[in-house]
């Protein structure tokens, strides 16, 4: 291969750059702005899936049984409970309308967790690490069964 054969570069010199004449051209401009659009929009309907998975029946269900086990492993520290049976958890949205209802949940706050177990009910404050109140649940059909017939 001789000397005449041999391609030869030639490094930039400084006054030139890979992007002068690109952006000179309307198109290349164009092109330009598209693909970074392209970009743009795909980032945010990607950021709108996550968001709308989420917030999706799943989601939401995923969210409450992580929530739930937070709570219940957090009052299992303080309180000995049934392990065998497994309880539903709920939080408290609205104490003035509840205490209205039943004195039970006259020291209840915005917040707070009902704990249900098949044999008490807790009143929890998570923020606090404290139990607000606990009850025993009273199956009324049972106690009026027994009044009717005692004999049973």
């Known amino acids: 291969m001789s000397d005449s054969d041999k391609v030869k570069f030639s490094p930039l010199s400084k ?4 992007t002068d004449g690109f952006l000179k051209k309307p ?3 164009f092109m330009s702005f598209v693909v970074l659009a392209a970009i743009g929009a795909a980032g945010f309907f990607w950021q709108e899936s996550q968001t709308a998975k989420e917030n999706s029946v799943l989601g939401i269900q995923k969210r409450n049984e992580e929530t739930s086990s937070k709570v219940i492993a957090s009052l299992d520290k303080i309180l000995l409970t049934s392990s065998e049976a497994e309880p539903t958890v709920a939080q408290v949205e609205d ?6 209802a039943d ?7 915005q917040g707070d967790y009902l704990i249900l177990y098949p044999q008490r009910a807790i009143i ?4 606090e690490n404290r139990i607000i109140n606990v009850a025993p649940i009273v199956d009324a059909s049972a106690i009026k069964s027994n009044v009717e017939d005692p004999e049973q």
């Open 15 to 18: 006054n030139h750059s890979l």
């Open 27 to 29: 198109s290349n401009i």
């Open 95 to 100: 104490p003035e309308t509840l205490a209205a």
């Open 103 to 109: 004195d039970f949940y006259a020291l209840s706050q």
């Open 124 to 127: 929890y404050r998570l923020e």
